[in-house]
């Protein structure tokens, strides 16, 4: 697929006068990160994650038409059945990013109303639960003009457009690996959207685990969003965009032959080498807390001591994912309970595992 396969040919929307369309859409947590894009939102490397499965957002689009066709969009925002203009601008610059894909947007008033399962400002970042969940909506509109579209064609435009929201957003359509970026070693792998890890995966794999640890609930003092843009001038960056391309070969071949140990290994560098890229920024800025610090510690000596697989990830904030096999979870939930959970805030914390991907309602 190339771009202009995503513009939207059918324009006619006399059949559709007002309804509205509601999905689930989850969270994911990235294992070799992305860090550092192009305009319009191209990632530098290719990325992978695990879909999670319990955080996730529930988004619902109601839409009528426009009595007058107008240039602008008309858009109303929901958080939590409260009214949200703090994510109107970033909807808003979707909009006009994607109204090339879905020229129809101008000719309606939009209401969206959305919700998170995870706790409002957890620091859990709920721009690739929001914006999948967004995608989706628009794509099931698409789907009631041009009903022949596929399956694959569905997914595809939501995640191609979910990118152009937040660019993590475009692994949040599907489960559960999935990549996005252009990597010579994952076949058809694609800068514009995300595809689902197209190689077998290790019985070891499977219900993967991840239980978040919420370190720090308060708002972030850098955003993801100027945090890729310090990758521009950033003195490793082009040492970094090759390290993530071989860390994904190895993850590839890793997540294959099921090889734990590497995969602890693996997990825990990209997640380090992603905060030491925010650690080396001109502006420099740390998001780890001192808790961060301490609950990767006690990861370490658990890990030492048990000879577990247990594993630690970042995204960019405070909170520590944990990781760590279906078959090990009795003896980890108990060592979080007791050694991890007294360090989150408020002793909050998800368990969370591999999720199937997004669903409609
Ligand atoms: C650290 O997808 O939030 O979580 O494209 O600007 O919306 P924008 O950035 P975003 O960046 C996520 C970065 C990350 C790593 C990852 O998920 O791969």
């Known amino acids: 697929m190339i ?12 059949s559709l006068k007002n309804g509205s369309f509601t999905w689930q859409s989850p969270s994911n947590i990235a294992l070799v990160k992305y860090w550092g894009k192009s305009e319009p939102q191209i990632p530098k490397n ?4 695990f879909t999670l499965n319990k955080c996730h957002t529930i988004t619902t689009l109601e839409f009528s038409k426009r009595e007058f066709p107008s240039n602008d969009f008309s858009i109303e925002v929901f958080f939590e059945n409260k009214l949200n203009d703090e994510f109107k601008p970033k ?3 979707f909009f006009k990013r994607i109204v090339k894909y879905l020229p129809f947007i101008t000719e309606y008033n939009f209401i969206i109303k ?15 639960s929001g914006m999948s969940a967004l995608a989706l909506c628009l ?3 698409e789907k009631h003009l041009n009903p022949s579209i596929t399956e694959t064609f569905f997914n595809q435009k939501a995640s191609f457009l979910a990118r152009l929201g937040s660019g993590s957003a475009a692994r949040s359509i599907e489960g559960e690996l999935i990549v996005w970026g252009e990597h010579p070693e994952i076949k058809n792998s694609s800068d514009l959207y995300g595809i689902k890890f197209p190689y077998p995966i290790h019985e070891n794999f499977k219900n993967y685990h991840d239980t978040i640890l919420l ?14 843009d310090l990758m521009h001038d950033h003195p490793f960056a082009h040492q970094r965009f090759e390290q ?5 070969s190895a993850m590839s071949k890793i997540l294959q032959n099921g090889n734990l ?10 997640a380090l080498t992603l905060h030491a890229m925010m650690l080396t920024s001109d502006p420099y800025f740390i998001l780890m807390k001192s808790n961060t610090l301490k609950i990767i510690g006690n990861i370490w000596e658990f890990r030492n001591k048990t000879k577990s697989n247990i594993c630690f990830t970042l995204d960019a904030g405070a909170n520590v994912h944990v990781l760590f096999p279906e078959i090990e979870k009795e003896k980890v939930n108990t060592f979080i309970i007791s050694n991890l959970v007294p360090l989150c805030q408020n002793n909050q914390y998800i368990c969370d595992k591999v999720g199937l991907g997004a669903r409609p309602f």
């Open 91 to 93: 909807i808003e610059q």
């Open 46 to 49: 290719a990325s992978i994650s």
């Open 114 to 128: 959305t919700e998170n399962s995870f706790p409002h400002s957890s620091g859990i970042a709920s721009s690739a």
């Open 3 to 14: 771009e202009k396969d995503f513009i939207l040919k059918n324009t006619d929307t006399d």
């Open 139 to 141: 794509m099931s509109f």
């Open 215 to 228: 370190v720090d609930k308060g708002e972030k003092q850098v955003s993801s969003t100027v945090g890729h």
């Open 261 to 270: 140990e590497a995969f602890v290994k693996l997990v825990e560098s990209e």
């Open 244 to 248: 993530a391309e071989r860390n994904l």
